[in-house]
């Protein structure tokens, strides 16, 4: 059985925090992720880590899904690349939920190193196209087999930390498309929100047969994610491409920070 939260002074204050928190993640996951950082703290501060990183990851899921259907024009002209990523994403999540499961609370010491490196990559990903003389493509450009199979082995990287915590892991999925020579942000923005739906869902699953989510405050939650999903989509696609990719490199060294600090 889950662990009742410590009563709080206010409850109304708490479960507006929780909201906020909830809407602005959806926002922050479908500009570039990094919601997590959001609801994971919020939630923390009436549950215990383990819980409140399940419980997270439920009240993120609807508006990552949300973010994903916000992007869905874009997403349908990438859609056979997403799906050969799609099976690495759903095997990485699982094993990523069932070390949280095992090892609740353990959260690794590379997490501010990993965010800030992939912070760094997608920085430097268009000046050094630039410097190769690289011109972008499109996902409608295959890529080689030997590009394609270390997309696939990163992809499960980033699955496996993405179902254990995964704040951060839209920043190495488009940090990695980035390097691939995608140029469309928006494109690369429905993949990642996609894809990161997938890993998110899984991980629920195991989450919930644990009985670590707690669903007064995740339902609540998701209800206002759902909104800043929608909502961060349209932000995203209205921006200019080189604001958008400026906002995740600024939200990616915030991260690094933050969990550096921590």
Do not use: C, H
């Amino acid at each position: 059985m889950y662990k009742s939260p410590p009563e709080m002074p206010d409850a109304n204050v708490v479960l507006l925090v929780l909201i906020l928190a909830a809407f602005f993640a959806g926002i922050l996951n479908s500009i570039a992720g990094g919601g997590t950082l959001l609801t994971f703290p919020a939630l923390l501060s009436v549950l215990s880590p383990e819980m409140a990183n399940a419980t997270s990851t439920v009240a993120v899921l609807p508006g990552s899904i949300a973010g994903a259907v916000g992007y869905r024009q874009e997403l349908w002209a990438a859609r056979r690349f997403a799906l050969q990523m799609l099976p690495a994403s759903l095997l990485g999540g699982i094993v990523g939920a069932l070390l949280l499961v095992q090892y609740p609370a353990e959260f690794g010491a590379l997490v501010p190193w990993l965010i800030f490196t992939a912070a760094v990559l997608f920085a430097i990903q268009a000046p050094l196209n630039k410097l190769l003389k690289r011109k972008p493509t499109d996902f409608t450009v295959r890529p080689s087999r030997a590009l394609l199979a270390g997309l696939i082995l990163f992809q499960f990287g980033v699955a496996i930390y993405g179902g254990y915590f995964g704040a951060g892991i839209g920043i190495l999925m488009l940090s990695a498309l980035g390097f691939m020579g995608i140029g469309d942000i928006n494109k690369a923005n429905g993949v990642k929100t996609f894809l990161a739906s997938a890993i998110n869902a899984v991980s629920v699953v195991i989450f919930i047969q644990a009985n670590l989510v707690y669903w007064p405050y995740a339902w609540v939650m998701a209800l206002a994610a759902i909104a800043g999903g929608f909502v961060g989509a349209k932000v995203a696609k209205r921006m200019p491409a080189r604001y958008v990719r400026w906002l995740v490199v600024v939200i990616g060294f915030g991260l690094a920070a933050v969990y550096a600090l921590k």
